[in-house]
């Protein structure tokens, strides 16, 4: 008899019974829809979070908490070019000159008339060569004519930087002039 009984026939408690699992599993399909829609736009909410307090501590003047920041914030939005920027300069403001050169020509590649870092990576640059110099002249005899080309050189750029439209020290042969004047 039981076979024989539509479920039109059957008391209502079986009827839920039977109909249970499948809403259940609707109203669970439901949720995690809707659970996965929201975890979707949190990150986007989370990430600007990240960026703003990033910001803050950049304006800070706090910059190992603006680097860490803008780390993070990189993860998820790596296209940002002002990011890597300010990532780059937290990073030469910490003396992490190798991962601010990365990070400011990683700006560059994503926005290549942006000056100031073009101008920082030159910067950076500089600070690199200046360090690799001394480090080499450590190692190099007390004096040699590498070692007076290499400080002609060194005096040279610091007039240029100084504003001197045509330095002496960039001319050819000035470090083997008499000095005396």
Not at 142 to 152: C, I, L, S, Y
């Amino acid at each position: 008899m039981i076979n024989d009984l539509s479920s039109t026939d059957m008391p209502d408690a079986c009827r839920v019974r039977r109909t249970m699992p499948r809403m259940a599993r609707l109203i669970a399909l439901c949720l995690l829809a809707l659970g996965a829609a929201g975890c979707a736009s949190l990150p986007g909410a989370a990430t600007d979070d990240i960026r703003a307090r990033a910001e803050a501590a950049y304006e800070a003047d706090e910059f190992a908490a603006a680097a860490r920041g803008y780390g993070k914030y990189l993860e998820h939005r790596p296209g940002d070019a002002r990011a890597w920027y300010r990532l780059g300069y937290a990073q030469a403001q910490l003396g992490r000159l190798e991962a601010a050169e990365a990070s400011l020509r990683r700006a560059l590649a994503l926005d290549p008339e942006m000056a100031r870092a073009r101008h920082n990576l030159g910067l950076v640059q500089i600070q690199l060569g200046v360090s690799a110099i001394l480090s080499a002249r450590r190692s190099l005899p007390e004096v040699d004519r590498a070692a007076a080309q290499t400080m002609q050189y060194l005096a040279c750029l610091m007039e240029i930087f100084m504003g001197y439209p045509r330095p002496k020290t960039c001319e050819p042969g000035f470090a083997d002039e008499p000095a005396g004047d």
